[in-house]
Nanobody
Framework: QVQLVESGGGLVQAGGSLRLSCAASGLTFSSYNMGWFRQAPGKEREFVARIRWSGSITDYANSVKGRFTISRDNAKNTVYLQMNSLKPEHTAVYYC????????????WGQGTQVTVSS
């Protein structure tokens, strides 16, 4: 059974940085595309970034381009989200998700990690 466990969230001041991690188990990690999504209070969950199984292709929501970077370490079964120059509007629960090779249908989800950016 696929298990995704996020960590690295917390409280940070505006302009600061955080690095989220997502440790995966129960799957052949290198055969999965991985993504990060977020849900702010009162809003629907939205796409943030995704990375293909090899790490060679990444995609970002326009709102985070140039500010967030997704990466992965297939040897450690871990995907990361480096978030720089954070703003209060980045406050949300951030979720890690997995999609099988050849698909961008993210059907396995972590429990989320809270990121709070204070002004």
């Amino acid at each position: 059974q696929v298990q995704l466990v996020e960590s690295g969230g917390g409280l940070v001041q505006a302009g600061g940085s955080l690095r989220l991690s997502c440790a995966a188990s129960g799957l052949t990690f290198s055969s999965y595309n991985m993504g990060w999504f977020r849900q702010a209070p009162g809003k629907e969950r939205e796409f943030v970034a995704r990375i293909r199984w090899s790490g060679s292709i990444t995609d970002y929501a326009n709102s985070v381009k140039g500010r967030f970077t997704i990466s992965r370490d297939n040897a450690k079964n871990t995907v990361y989200l480096q978030m720089n120059s954070l703003k209060p509007e980045h406050t949300a629960v951030y979720y890690c998700a997995a999609a099988p090779l050849g698909s961008l249908n993210f059907d396995s989800w972590g429990q989320g990690t809270q990121v709070t950016v204070s002004s």
